[in-house]
C-alpha cells in the first residue's frame, strides 16, 4: 500500500461517521465535511490548525509559504511547513511567480514527504505582492498562470495539487472562468474561488454569484467558495445558492476555532444526520480556556514561550469580540507568558454567557476598495514581456511567507 493510499485510508477511517456529509473530493482526499480552513499569514500555523481540528473536521492548510524561500531552505520556511503528528491531511499553500521555481518546492515537498494536499496562491491582494505581478495579479498573464500550475501539477505527481484565487484584478478585469478553466487543463484537483477582486481588498460583500459562474464552468473537479463565511449557516446558504463542492473559512473562524464544530454540526445536519444541532456559544470561561490552549499549542510550536506570548497578542480582540473584558483587553494584548495570561484570566468573570450578536459577525481585516498595486503598463497585455519578466522575478524574495 503507498504512502498516499495510507493517507486517505486513515482520513477516512477516522471519520467515516460523515459518510453522506461531504461528497468532496479533492484527489484521493475525502474530508469528513467540505470544510476547508483558508491559508491566513501568520495565523494558520501548526498550532492554530490543531486548535481548529480539535473543534470539527476538515482540510486545515497551512500558512502561504513562498516557493523560492522554501527551496533555499529558510529558517523560516522549513518551521512552517511542519506538521503534527496528529495531522493526517497535510496541507501546504505555496506562492510563486516563477514556473521553475515552483516545481522545484512542490518536488522537495513530495520527495522529502512532507505534504498531501498542495495549494498555489494567486489570491493575496497585499500589495507588495501584486506590485510585483504576483498574487492576485498573476492570472492575468494567462501562460505564466497556466505554466505554473502544469509545471506544479507535474512534480506533484499522486499528490493533489489546487488552486486558490481571486475573481480579477478589478471589475474591468476578470479572469477567473479563464483562469479556472485553464488550472483544470493543466490538471489541478479543485479550483477554490474568493468572490473579491484584488481591488475590493476584504472590502463590501464576496460575490457569491461569480463563485455559482465558476461552478457552471467547470465539469471535471471541484470548485471551493470562498468569501463572507461568517457562520456555519452561511457556509450551508453558499453550497446551496452557488451548488459549489465545498467552502474555505478564512476570517470568520478568527478567535472563534469553535466555528469549526458549528460547520461539522450544520453539514451533518443537511445530510440528516442530525437534527436540531445547538450553536456553540462559549462562555467567558471556556473562552479563557482555548485561549490558553492556544498559547500552550504556539509555544510547543515555536520553542519559545515569550516568541509564542508575543505572537498570540493580536488574537486577542478576535477572541473576546463582545465579551465584557473591560480594562483587562488592553493587558491581554501585551501578555508576555503563560503565567501572565493566567493572572489575567482569573480577573475576568469566567460565568458571562455568551454575548450573541455582538460576538458574531465580520472580523479581522476589512479595508476599503484600493486602485491595485501593479508593475508599470502590467494590464497591456496578458502575455508577459521580457520586461515584466524580470519584475515577476523578484516579487517571491519580498513575499511574506518564510
Same mark, same amino acid.
Given at each position: 500500500m503507498t504512502k498516499r493510499e495510507i493517507v486517505v485510508e486513515t482520513a477516512v477511517r477516522d471519520e467515516v461517521r *460523515? @459518510?453522506?456529509? &461531504?461528497?468532496? /473530493?479533492?484527489?484521493?482526499?475525502?474530508?469528513?465535511?467540505?470544510? +476547508?480552513?483558508?491559508?491566513? /499569514?501568520?495565523?494558520?500555523?501548526?498550532?492554530?490548525?490543531?486548535l481548529c481540528r480539535e473543534q470539527g473536521a476538515g482540510v486545515? +492548510? &497551512?500558512?502561504? =509559504?513562498? @516557493?523560492?524561500?522554501?527551496v533555499e531552505r529558510t529558517p523560516g520556511s522549513m518551521l512552517l511547513i511542519q506538521s503534527h503528528p496528529t495531522e493526517s491531511v497535510r496541507s501546504i499553500q505555496l506562492y510563486g511567480v516563477d514556473p521553475v521555481t515552483v516545481r522545484e518546492a512542490v518536488k522537495?515537498?513530495?520527495? !522529502?514527504?512532507? /505534504?498531501?494536499h498542495i495549494d498555489l496562491n494567486f489570491g493575496c491582494p497585499v500589495p507588495k505582492v501584486t506590485r510585483k505581478g504576483g498574487g492576485a495579479a498573476l492570472p492575468w498573464?494567462?501562460?505564466?498562470?497556466?505554466?505554473? +500550475?502544469? !509545471?506544479? +501539477?507535474?512534480?506533484?505527481?499522486?499528490?493533489?495539487?489546487? *488552486?486558490?484565487?481571486?475573481?480579477?484584478?478589478?471589475?474591468?478585469?476578470?479572469?477567473? =472562468? !479563464?483562469?479556472?478553466?485553464? /488550472?483544470e487543463g493543466a490538471g489541478a484537483s479543485a479550483i477554490a474561488l474568493h468572490g473579491r477582486t484584488a481591488s475590493e481588498f476584504y472590502s463590501g460583500h464576496a460575490d457569491w454569484n461569480a463563485?455559482?459562474?465558476?461552478?457552471?464552468?467547470?465539469?471535471?473537479? #471541484?470548485v471551493l467558495g470562498n468569501g463572507d463565511i461568517w457562520s456555519a449557516e452561511d457556509a450551508v446558504r453558499m453550497v446551496e445558492q452557488t451548488d459549489c463542492d465545498g467552502v474555505v473559512v478564512g476570517r470568520g473562524c478568527l478567535g472563534r476555532p469553535w466555528l469549526f464544530a458549528d460547520l461539522e454540526a450544520a453539514f451533518r445536519e443537511r445530510a440528516g444526520e442530525v437534527t436540531n444541532h445547538s450553536h456553540v456559544q462559549p462562555t467567558l470561561g471556556e473562552v479563557a480556556i482555548t485561549l490558553r490552549r492556544h498559547l500552550v499549542l504556539l509555544t510547543e510550536f515555536l520553542g519559545d514561550e515569550g516568541h509564542a506570548s508575543r505572537d498570540i497578542r493580536k488574537h486577542m480582540a478576535w477572541y473576546f469580540k463582545g465579551y465584557p473584558v473591560g480594562e483587562l483587553r488592553a493587558q491581554f494584548a501585551q501578555v508576555t507568558s503563560l503565567a501572565h495570561l493566567d493572572d489575567l484570566i482569573v480577573q475576568l468573570d469566567l460565568d458571562a454567557?455568551? #454575548?450573541?450578536?455582538?460576538?458574531?459577525?465580520?472580523? %479581522?481585516?476589512? %479595508?476599503?476598495?484600493?486602485?491595485?498595486?501593479?508593475?508599470?503598463?502590467?494590464?497591456? &497585455?496578458?502575455?508577459?514581456?521580457?520586461a515584466e519578466q524580470c519584475v515577476v522575478s523578484e516579487a517571491e524574495i519580498d513575499a511574506s511567507g518564510g
Amino acid at each position: 500500500m503507498t504512502k498516499r493510499e495510507i493517507v486517505v485510508e486513515t482520513a477516512v477511517r477516522d471519520e467515516v461517521r *460523515v @459518510s453522506r456529509a &461531504s461528497t468532496l /473530493a479533492i484527489g484521493p482526499i475525502r474530508p469528513a465535511v467540505p470544510v +476547508v480552513l483558508a491559508p491566513m /499569514a501568520g495565523i494558520t500555523n501548526m498550532a492554530y490548525r490543531r486548535l481548529c481540528r480539535e473543534q470539527g473536521a476538515g482540510v486545515f +492548510v &497551512s500558512e502561504m =509559504i513562498t @516557493s523560492r524561500a522554501l527551496v533555499e531552505r529558510t529558517p523560516g520556511s522549513m518551521l512552517l511547513i511542519q506538521s503534527h503528528p496528529t495531522e493526517s491531511v497535510r496541507s501546504i499553500q505555496l506562492y510563486g511567480v516563477d514556473p521553475v521555481t515552483v516545481r522545484e518546492a512542490v518536488k522537495m515537498l513530495v520527495a !522529502e514527504n512532507y /505534504a498531501d494536499h498542495i495549494d498555489l496562491n494567486f489570491g493575496c491582494p497585499v500589495p507588495k505582492v501584486t506590485r510585483k505581478g504576483g498574487g492576485a495579479a498573476l492570472p492575468w498573464k494567462r501562460t505564466l498562470f497556466r505554466n505554473i +500550475v502544469e !509545471e506544479a +501539477v507535474k512534480a506533484a505527481g499522486d499528490i493533489p495539487l489546487t *488552486v486558490k484565487m481571486r475573481k480579477g484584478i478589478d471589475a474591468d478585469h476578470l479572469t477567473f =472562468i !479563464e483562469a479556472g478553466k485553464s /488550472a483544470e487543463g493543466a490538471g489541478a484537483s479543485a479550483i477554490a474561488l474568493h468572490g473579491r477582486t484584488a481591488s475590493e481588498f476584504y472590502s463590501g460583500h464576496a460575490d457569491w454569484n461569480a463563485i455559482g459562474e465558476l461552478k457552471a464552468a467547470i465539469s471535471s473537479v #471541484p470548485v471551493l467558495g470562498n468569501g463572507d463565511i461568517w457562520s456555519a449557516e452561511d457556509a450551508v446558504r453558499m453550497v446551496e445558492q452557488t451548488d459549489c463542492d465545498g467552502v474555505v473559512v478564512g476570517r470568520g473562524c478568527l478567535g472563534r476555532p469553535w466555528l469549526f464544530a458549528d460547520l461539522e454540526a450544520a453539514f451533518r445536519e443537511r445530510a440528516g444526520e442530525v437534527t436540531n444541532h445547538s450553536h456553540v456559544q462559549p462562555t467567558l470561561g471556556e473562552v479563557a480556556i482555548t485561549l490558553r490552549r492556544h498559547l500552550v499549542l504556539l509555544t510547543e510550536f515555536l520553542g519559545d514561550e515569550g516568541h509564542a506570548s508575543r505572537d498570540i497578542r493580536k488574537h486577542m480582540a478576535w477572541y473576546f469580540k463582545g465579551y465584557p473584558v473591560g480594562e483587562l483587553r488592553a493587558q491581554f494584548a501585551q501578555v508576555t507568558s503563560l503565567a501572565h495570561l493566567d493572572d489575567l484570566i482569573v480577573q475576568l468573570d469566567l460565568d458571562a454567557p455568551y #454575548p450573541g450578536q455582538d460576538a458574531e459577525g465580520q472580523r %479581522g481585516r476589512q %479595508g476599503t476598495p484600493k486602485k491595485p498595486t501593479l508593475p508599470h503598463r502590467w494590464l497591456d &497585455s496578458q502575455e508577459l514581456s521580457a520586461a515584466e519578466q524580470c519584475v515577476v522575478s523578484e516579487a517571491e524574495i519580498d513575499a511574506s511567507g518564510g
